[in-house]
């Protein structure tokens, strides 16, 4: 997974907390992109970043979510007020350049657990 | 509605054996990308087809791009074990600019029995 590093790989919450994923792109990337995976699922795009601007969140769910990719420091997805249905396994990937053909290399993901 | 479909969604056969998967869309894709994700782990990326027709190989896998890049295909020759996994393809959705998402198939989960 060439570098993409996501912590914590495990997260569990109760419902009504808040959700904190963490992600450091690979050294010299300075885009980022965040997927959801339901299980048995394929992956869905939730928002794409440069650093301090959010390029497209179309995926993203209009409410308590949020994403930032700051000038110093690792990506940050922040899920607030989690609800079970937030349950899911949440990906980070990096690439050098926006080309839709580009690799984009993905960190092992948070499997996020709502109790 | 599923941009990308992608089938069979699971497939269990005996070591030694041939298989496909198949990716299909009813838009073009300027590219389609096909990744390998096993258990707890993020997807890799195996390969990358730009051109109508094109075909690649890597090792025992054999990808191709429909000539109208509307669908595409991993041919497993052998299988392995090792080969057991979720196959996914993805490509960039028709419209999305320069932005760089990927939209992705349902995925084809692969358990390949020794």
């Known amino acids: 997974n060439a570098g993409v590093m996501q912590n914590p790989r495990h997260l569990v919450r109760r419902r009504g907390q808040e959700a904190r994923l963490r992600c450091s792109p690979v050294?010299?990337?300075?885009?980022v992109y965040w997927y959801r995976q339901l299980p048995e699922e394929g992956l869905k795009f939730m928002v794409y970043l440069q650093k301090e601007n959010i390029i497209d969140e179309s995926g993203m769910p209009k409410e308590r979510f949020s994403a930032e990719f700051p000038k110093e420091g690792p990506s940050i997805l922040r899920i607030q007020q989690v609800v079970r249905g937030d349950s899911a396994a949440y990906f980070c990937?990096?690439?050098?350049?926006?080309?839709?053909?580009?690799?984009?290399?993905f960190g092992p993901g948070t499997r996020l657990t709502v109790l | 509605t599923q941009l990308l479909e992608q089938s069979p969604q699971f497939l269990s056969i005996q070591e030694g054996e041939n298989l496909t998967v198949y990716c299909n869309s009813s838009?073009?894709?300027?590219?389609l990308q096909w990744y390998r994700q096993e258990p707890g782990e993020g997807p890799v990326l195996l390969v990358t087809v730009v051109t109508g027709g094109e075909v690649k190989k890597l090792k025992r896998l054999t990808f191709q791009f429909g000539d109208a890049r509307k669908d595409s295909s991993l041919h497993i020759t052998a299988a392995q074990p090792g080969d057991t996994g979720l196959y996914l393809c993805?490509?960039?959705?028709?419209?999305?600019?320069?932005?760089?998402?990927?939209?992705f198939g349902q995925g084809t989960t692969l358990q390949v029995k020794p």
């Open positions: 993805a490509g960039a959705p028709p419209g999305s600019g320069n932005t760089g998402k990927l939209i």
């Open positions: 838009s073009v894709f300027s590219s």
């Open positions: 050294k010299g990337h300075s885009h």
């Open positions: 990937a990096s690439s050098p350049i926006i080309w839709g053909s580009d690799t984009q290399y």
